[in-house]
């Protein structure tokens, strides 16, 4: 089975979603699942991403924490909004062959698929910022 990068960063979204519900989420175990893949293999992007988010997040919180207005804090975010985000900003900082414009497209067809118009309309406020600045 071949993944896009679009369906990896959604397995991605879908990975950190869980991590973040419960920390205990065993992601090798988590993968062969969403896979849905009898091989032991998934794609390396997948990792990358997973991987990247978990050990740069205190970075990318407050990297996305610079681009909140003042009535915003990284704890009034909704979760599904805020690991978008992560992922964005993550790709953004760290993988040198995504251009920024994709990366912030990509944020906002996750959100679209797993968010409503407003948390949209604010993942595209906040990334607007990462491709003028």
């Known amino acids: 089975m071949s993944?896009?990068?679009h369906q990896i960063r959604e397995?991605?979204?879908?990975?950190?979603?869980?991590?973040?519900?419960?920390?205990?989420t065993d992601k090798e175990a988590f993968f062969h699942v969403i896979?849905?893949?009898d091989q032991a293999e998934y794609p390396?992007?997948?990792?990358?991403?997973?991987?990247g988010?978990?050990?740069?997040?205190?970075?990318?919180?407050?990297?996305?924490?610079?681009?909140l207005s003042a009535k915003w804090s990284i704890d009034r975010?909704?979760?599904?909004?805020l690991i978008i985000l992560r992922i964005a900003f993550y790709e953004h900082d760290y993988v040198d062959d995504i251009?920024?414009?994709v990366a912030v497209n990509e944020a906002i067809e996750l959100t679209k698929k797993y968010s409503d118009d407003r948390s949209r309309?604010?993942?595209?406020?906040?990334?607007s910022h990462v491709v003028s600045g």
């Open 3 to 5: 993944l896009n990068r």
């Open 11 to 24: 397995l991605a979204f879908q990975t950190l979603f869980a991590i973040n519900a419960n920390k205990e």
């Open 35 to 37: 896979v849905k893949d």
């Open 44 to 51: 390396d992007y997948l990792c990358q991403l997973v991987d």
């Open 53 to 67: 988010v978990l050990a740069h997040q205190p970075e990318l919180d407050s990297q996305i924490s610079e681009y």
């Open 77 to 81: 975010i909704a979760k599904v909004d």
């Open 99 to 101: 251009p920024d414009k």
């Open 121 to 127: 309309r604010f993942v595209s406020g906040v990334l």
